[in-house]
C-alpha cells in the first residue's frame, strides 16, 4: 500500500484555537481523507508546540508552570479537533512528549557532527511574539516610540546573550538548487517566488539556542571541544518545533515501523511561517543528511469580513460557535468552497448561509430529496432499472463518472476549490435536466423514461456523495445511506472516523436496481 504523510503546522498553545487554525486542520483533513478512500496508508500528524519565551511569558502572566498552561490548552486543541471538527489525525503530537525530546536533541547533533554549529554571541532584536531574530533593517521605531519588527508589526526587544549558531549562509545555493529541481516543493508559485527571492539576496548563520530562559529542549552535550560552555542552552524554539515532523515519523529509531512514512508527503501551513519551512527546514535536513519533505502548501490567512481577526477588535470566531449555528459540514465545504486554498479569503454569516442554502441545501439537497422521494412515492421505494439511455443521460453520467480523476489531479496540488466547482458544475447540469425532464410529468406519460431519469440522477448523487465523503464525512454518509449504497469492507481503514466510509474503489459500481430505500429525510436543510 502507498504510504501518505501529511502534517499540520503544529500551534502555539498560549491561547484558544480560532478558525484561522480550523481551517488548517480541516482542509489537511479533507486531503488526509481523500488519500484514505483513495487507498493510501496516511497518517496525518497534527499537534502543538509548546516550548519557548511566549509559552513561558503567559504561563507567568497567568501564574502558572509552562507545562501546566501548555497541557490545559493543547487539550482544548485535541478536543476541538475530536469533538467540534470531525479531524482523523493520526497522532496529536506535543513538543513536550518525550520521544520528541529525542528526537530534536539528535537532529542537533547530526547537524553538529557536520561542522554546522558554533558557538557566538547573539545581539540583536527578538520578536516573543512570532518568536523570530530580526536585524537591525527589519525593524523601526513607531509613533508611540516602540521598536517594532516591520514584517509582522510586533514588539521587538533587544536581546544579548551567548548562542550556538546554524552555518545557514552555507546553505542558499544548495536550497536554490534543491527548489530549481523540484519546482512542487513549494506551492503556490506566488509564495515559492517570495521564498526564492529571499534565498537569492543571501542568508545570514542563524541563533539556534537561548541561555535567558529556560523553557525548552536542552542543547545536548557538544562532542567538539570548542563548543563547550558553561551556560545552558535550551534549542531555539523553532528548531525544536519544526524536528516535531520527523518525529512523528519514528525518528531517529531506525527500526520504528513508522519509518516509511518519511519523508513526508506534504506539509501544510500558514502564509506567515514559510521562511521557517522552506528554508531553514530543508537546511536543517539536509545538514543531518535526512531526506526533505516533497511538498510545503501555504495556505492563505481567513479574516473577518476583510478584516484582521484580532483579540481587541474582538472579531475572533470560536470554531465551536461556527459549527453549532450552521452544522460542520457546512463550515467545512465554505472554507474550501469560497477561495483558493492559496489564496486569503473572508467569512461573514452571510457568505456562510448564502452557500449553506444555494449549494448545499437547494443544490445537492434537494435534487437528492426530490428524486428519492419519487422513488419512495411511486416505485415501491425501489431504486429503479434504466431503460435505454439518450445522449444527454450518457453525457451527464460521463461527466459524473470523470470526477474523480478529476478530483485526483487538483488534489495533487491541494485545489480543493476547483474539485468542489467542477463537481458542483455537473451538479448545476443535473439540476437542469432533472427540471427539463420533469419525471413528475413522466410519471403519467412515460413511466419507463421516468425511472430511467430518476435512475440517471440519483447514480449522479452517488457519485458525488462517494466523492464528498472527504470534504463533509457526515452528511456524504448519509446520502449513501439514503441510496442504499453498501459501506465498504474496510471502510475502518479508509475513513478514521469511523464506520459507513465508501472507499473510492466503489467508483464504478453503479447503483444497484432493486435496491429498496428508506423513506428519505432531508440531509442539507435550509438555514433559516
Ligand atoms: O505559527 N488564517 O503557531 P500558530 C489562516 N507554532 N491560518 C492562520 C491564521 C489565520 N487567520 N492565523 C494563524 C505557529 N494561522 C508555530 C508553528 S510549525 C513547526 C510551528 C495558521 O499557532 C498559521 O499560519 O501561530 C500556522 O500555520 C497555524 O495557524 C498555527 O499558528
Known amino acids: 500500500m502507498n504510504t501518505y504523510y501529511l502534517t499540520t503546522a503544529i500551534a502555539y498553545p498560549n491561547g484558544e484555537p480560532h478558525i484561522g487554525h480550523a481551517y488548517e486542520y480541516i482542509a489537511t483533513d479533507v486531503m488526509a481523507r481523500f488519500k484514505r478512500l483513495d487507498g493510501y496508508d496516511v497518517r496525518y500528524l497534527t499537534g502543538t508546540d509548546e516550548h519557548g519565551q511566549k509559552m513561558q511569558q503567559t504561563a507567568v502572566e497567568q501564574g502558572l508552570a509552562p ?50 554549529i558554533y558557538l557566538d554571541t547573539y545581539a540583536g532584536w527578538y520578536s516573543v511574539r512570532d518568536e523570530r531574530f530580526f536585524a537591525d533593517d527589519e525593524t523601526h521605531v513607531n509613533d508611540e516610540g516602540e521598536r517594532i519588527a516591520t514584517e509582522t508589526g510586533t514588539e521587538v526587544t533587544w536581546t544579548e546573550e551567548e548562542s550556538y549558531f546554524f552555518r545557514l549562509s552555507n546553505y542558499a545555493d544548495k536550497l536554490l538548487a534543491h527548489y530549481a529541481a523540484n519546482p512542487e516543493f513549494i506551492a503556490p508559485t506566488t509564495r515559492a517566488n517570495e521564498v526564492i527571492r529571499f534565498v537569492e539576496s543571501g542568508l545570514e548563520d542563524l541563533s539556534i539556542s537561548r541561555t535567558s530562559f529556560d523553557w525548552g529542549i536542552p542543547v545536548p552535550e557538544p562532542t567538539n571541544p570548542e563548543l563547550a560552555t558553561e551556560k545552558n542552552h535550551v534549542m531555539y524554539v523553532w528548531v525544536d518545533a519544526l524536528t516535531n515532523y520527523i518525529t512523528g515519523a519514528g525518528f531517529p529509531d531506525e527500526h520504528s515501523e513508522l519509518k516509511r512514512f518519511w519523508p513526508a508527503d506534504l506539509h501544510v501551513i500558514g502564509k506567515d511561517i514559510s521562511r521557517f519551512h522552506c528554508i531553514f527546514w530543508p537546511a536543517f535536513l539536509m545538514s543531518a543528511g535526512i ?7 501555504i495556505h492563505g490567512f481567513l479574516n473577518n469580513e476583510g478584516e484582521k481577526m484580532s483579540k481587541s477588535v474582538g472579531n475572533v470566531v470560536h470554531p465551536s460557535d461556527w459549527a453549532d449555528r450552521y452544522g460542520l459540514d457546512t463550515v467545512r465545504f465554505f472554507l474550501l468552497r469560497e477561495f483558493p486554498f492559496g489564496s486569503d479569503g473572508s467569512y461573514s454569516h452571510d457568505g456562510v448561509v448564502r452557500r449553506k442554502n444555494a449549494d448545499l441545501s437547494n443544490n445537492l439537497g434537494n435534487l437528492a430529496q426530490r428524486s428519492l422521494s419519487m422513488v419512495y412515492k411511486n416505485l415501491d ?64 406519460t412515460d413511466e419507463a423514461r421516468m425511472k430511467t431519469v430518476l435512475w440517471v440522477t440519483l447514480e449522479v448523487v452517488r457519485r458525488i456523495a462517494i466523492l464528498i465523503q472527504a470534504v463533509m464525512p457526515e452528511s456524504a454518509t448519509k446520502l449513501l445511506d439514503a441510496l442504499g449504497v453498501e459501506a465498504s469492507a474496510d471502510a475502518g481503514a479508509t475513513n478514521a472516523s469511523g464506520s459507513g466510509a465508501r472507499s473510492y474503489a466503489a467508483w464504478d459500481e453503479q447503483l444497484a436496481p432493486g435496491t429498496p430505500i428508506d423513506k428519505p429525510t432531508p440531509v442539507f436543510p435550509r438555514h433559516e
Open 291 to 297: 531526506e526533505l519533505p516533497k511538498r510545503v502548501m
Open 67 to 116: 507545562l501546566e498552561l501548555a497541557t490545559r490548552n493543547a487539550a482544548v486543541f485535541q478536543q476541538m479537533d475530536d469533538d467540534v471538527l470531525n479531524v482523523s489525525y493520526d497522532r496529536f503530537i506535543r513538543t513536550t512528549d518525550t520521544d520528541h525530546a529525542a528526537s530534536a536533541q539528535e537532529i542537533w547533533r547530526r547537524m553538529e557532527a557536520n561542522g554546522d
Open 381 to 444: 421505494a425501489q431504486i429503479p432499472a434504466p431503460g435505454e439511455l439518450t445522449a444527454q443521460d450518457e453525457q451527464l453520467l460521463s461527466d459524473a463518472a470523470s470526477l474523480l480523476e478529476t478530483w485526483r489531479t487538483h488534489f495533487e496540488t491541494q485545489d480543493f476549490y476547483r474539485s468542489l466547482v467542477a463537481a458542483w458544475k455537473v451538479l448545476d447540469d443535473t439540476n437542469g435536466y432533472f427540471a427539463d425532464q420533469q419525471p413528475w410529468v413522466l410519471r403519467k
